[in-house]
């Protein structure tokens, strides 16, 4: 059974800093691209990740929301996958979601994600 599973996420002011993670299990990790996709209170989850990564080879994708802001990395002896969030603005609050794919897909898009976490909970107040 594959899992995937966040964590990091919690309340900062603006301009503060969190760092999630993104364990998974159940698949081989090295073979597959991560991304994590974020859900505004009282919107839809975006159809495109903030970020991707692939663990075959390293490449990276960001939304332009978040470029030079947010980092995303991988550590595969831990099969977990990083997304170092920096100089938070309110408007990044949202419940954020990791998820599994074994494609790099165009874009970092939602429907190319077989396998998804449950979220964590990002506030960022002004």
């Known amino acids: 059974e594959v899992q995937v599973v966040e964590s990091g996420g919690g309340l900062v002011q603006a301009g503060g800093s969190l760092r999630l993670s993104c364990v998974t299990s159940g698949l081989i990790f090295e073979d597959y691209t991560i991304g994590w996709f974020r859900q505004a209170p009282g919107k839809e989850r975006e159809r495109e990740g903030i970020?991707?990564?692939?663990?075959?080879?390293?490449?990276?994708l960001y939304q332009e929301s978040v470029k030079g802001r947010f980092t995303i990395s991988s550590d595969n002896t831990k099969n977990t996958v990083f997304l170092q969030m920096d100089n938070l603005k309110p408007e990044d609050t949202a419940v954020y979601y990791c998820?599994?794919?074994?494609?790099?897909?165009?874009?970092?898009?939602?429907?190319?994600?077989?396998?998804w976490g449950h979220g964590t909970q990002v506030i960022v107040s002004s």
């Open positions: 970020s991707c990564i692939s663990n075959v080879d390293r490449r990276t």
């Open positions: 998820a599994a794919a074994a494609v790099w897909g165009k874009r970092c898009a939602r429907n190319y994600f077989g396998f």
